[in-house]
């Protein structure tokens, strides 16, 4: 991201911060991303979960713009965790992030009412920008979806 000069303050205060949830039960890949969220200054990361469990207890009192939902988790498919998570933060929107999809998956988490879903195997400037896109309301499918965006 560009730095702001003197002359572009009011426009650097116009940038909204995207406050972020990671579920996610590998914590070589938590401390990447979380290593990774440190260095961006749009994107807070305001709270972690390991699991279905733990994020249904933490987005509560957070509340935070987007969740970036692994898919497998120790209790279940992260996929049929996103009505649970609408439920109690229906104002969040899930982003699934996995290894692997097809189309199948990708239809699940539409119909689930995710806002995308984005595979593990991307560049890091993708998966910031997937979810700046997702914050701002976009709906974004790296796999495609009848009827979704699809990726880059």
């Not at 049929?80 to 969040?92: G, K, M, N, T, Y």
């Amino acid at each position: 991201m560009p730095a702001f000069s003197s002359d572009d303050s009011a426009e650097a205060e116009d940038v909204a911060t995207v406050r972020l949830m990671l579920v996610e039960d590998h914590s070589m890949v938590t401390m990447a991303l979380v290593s990774a969220f440190e260095s961006v200054d749009d994107i807070e990361l305001a709270g972690q979960a390991t699991s279905i469990g733990e994020a249904v207890e933490v987005i509560e009192g957070i509340r935070p713009g987007v969740v970036l939902l692994d898919r497998r988790l120790p209790d279940g498919d992260g996929i049929d965790a996103i009505a649970e998570l609408h439920r109690v933060s229906p104002e969040s929107k899930v982003l699934v992030f996995t290894g692997v999809a097809d189309r199948e998956v990708a239809e699940r988490v539409a119909e689930a009412g995710g806002a995308g879903l984005l595979l593990k195997a991307g560049r890091l400037e993708d998966l910031l920008d997937t979810i700046r896109r997702v914050a701002a309301g976009e709906v974004f499918f790296d796999v495609e979806v009848p009827g979704r965006p699809t990726g880059r």
